[in-house]
């Protein structure tokens, strides 16, 4: 028993192969890091489009007195208006000066995609 815990100990065949296994995962691990930060900040980023696009909805409507036969109905009208900390100007971006970049920094955009 001895001596084959001597050979385990002094046996060096899988050092090699264990060692290329440490470098490999770490550059996995590394790569695999980056690419999720990559992929976080894009879907935020469509995200926080998504979120500009709802809030641009405008969901006004009016319509004038129907009147047909023996009955009629009078016009009605809703105003849209603009939402709590939304801007004047509508096509102004809401969103994109609080987004991310690659750096963790905010960007600054002033005025939204067209």
Same mark, same amino acid.
């Given at each position: 028993m001895r001596n084959f815990?001597?050979?385990?100990?002094? !046996? +060096?065949?899988?050092? #090699?192969?264990?060692s290329e296994l440490v470098f #490999?995962?770490?550059l996995l691990v590394i790569g695999l890091t980056t690419g999720f930060s990559a992929i976080r900040n894009q879907v935020v980023g +469509? *995200? %926080? !489009? #998504?979120?500009?696009?709802?809030? +641009?909805?405008?969901q006004s409507y009016s319509f004038a007195q129907i009147t047909a036969n023996n009955s009629s109905t009078r016009g009605a009208?809703? #105003?849209d208006e603009n939402? *709590?900390?939304? %801007?004047?100007?509508?096509?102004q971006d809401q969103v994109?000066?609080? *987004?991310?970049? +690659? !750096?963790?920094l905010a960007i600054s955009a002033g005025t939204g995609e067209r």
């Open positions: 815990l001597a050979q385990l100990w002094s !046996d +060096e065949c899988g050092f #090699v192969v264990s #490999v995962a770490t +469509e *995200l %926080a !489009d #998504v979120a500009d696009a709802v809030s +641009e909805l405008d009208a809703f #105003v939402d *709590l900390g939304e %801007a004047d100007n509508a096509s994109a000066s609080s *987004l991310p970049n +690659e !750096d963790g």
